[in-house]
């Protein structure tokens, strides 16, 4: 039962680098989305797919790309990193509806140096 | 923009006490959720309201939603240290099609001591 899976789980990057955090399900949901969690701020949504081969911006894209590649993965892209994206990332999927259950990863801890 | 506002940010209280959590909008949502996460990991469904006026009950922790789907609350009667985390509200919002947002509000810090 591996639910939602993130990887890596701690990261430290230098600025200007790139990286892509990865997040798999395996409860055929058909939602995948990504969030970014900062002290005090809660959750802010990065990016989300609705379906395979779809994505969307959500209320902070800027900084950040994503691949919805197949049902299972949805990955985020940092191509140029900033100090400014030190935080906690969390992937979650859902089935479609407006009132389903979302799953959560366990989050990759980022810091940008 | 839908904004999702939650009071108190932080809560720190004795065990045995009562508490309420408030989740209130400007705008109406299909159906808001309650989520618990503990430190370290992702969120944690509580429960999913979606009629407005709707009261549901999950052990000491009851959840209702307010009769414009704007606003929820969550009471917990006598807390235990057992229930210490951030507790979050989130709405879905429909987008183009079956595509829903879910958005978070900012969250509630309850620490109970013993």
């Known amino acids: 039962n591996a639910g939602v899976t993130q990887t890596p789980k701690f990261q430290v990057l230098k600025t200007g680098q790139s990286m892509t955090l990865q997040c798999a399900q395996d409860?055929?949901?058909?939602?995948m989305y990504w969030y970014r969690q900062d002290p005090g701020m809660g959750l802010r949504l990065i990016y989300y797919?609705?379906?395979?081969?779809?994505?969307d911006k959500g209320e902070v894209p800027n900084g950040y790309n994503v691949s919805r590649l197949n049902k299972r993965e949805f990955s985020l892209r940092l191509e140029s990193a900033a100090p400014s994206q030190t935080s906690v990332y969390f992937c979650a999927s859902r089935e479609t509806g407006g009132w389903t259950e979302a799953f959560f990863g366990q989050g990759t801890r980022l810091t940008v140096v | 923009t839908q904004l999702l506002e939650q009071s108190p940010q932080f809560l720190s209280i004795q065990e045995g006490e009562n508490l309420t959590v408030y989740c209130n909008s400007s705008s109406v949502f299909s159906s808001l959720q309650w989520y618990r996460q503990e430190p370290g990991e992702g969120p944690v469904l509580l429960v999913t309201?979606?009629?407005?006026?709707e009261v549901k009950k999950l052990k000491r922790l009851t959840f209702q939603f307010g009769d414009a789907r704007k606003d929820s609350s969550l009471h917990i009667t006598a807390a235990q240290p057992g229930d210490t985390g951030l507790y979050l509200c989130a709405g879905g919002v429909k987008g183009g099609g079956s595509n829903y947002k879910l958005t978070f509000g900012k969250g509630t810090l309850l620490t109970v001591n013993p």
């Open positions: 409860m055929n949901h058909n939602s």
């Open positions: 309201v979606v009629t407005g006026g």
């Open positions: 797919s609705a379906s395979e081969g779809t994505t």
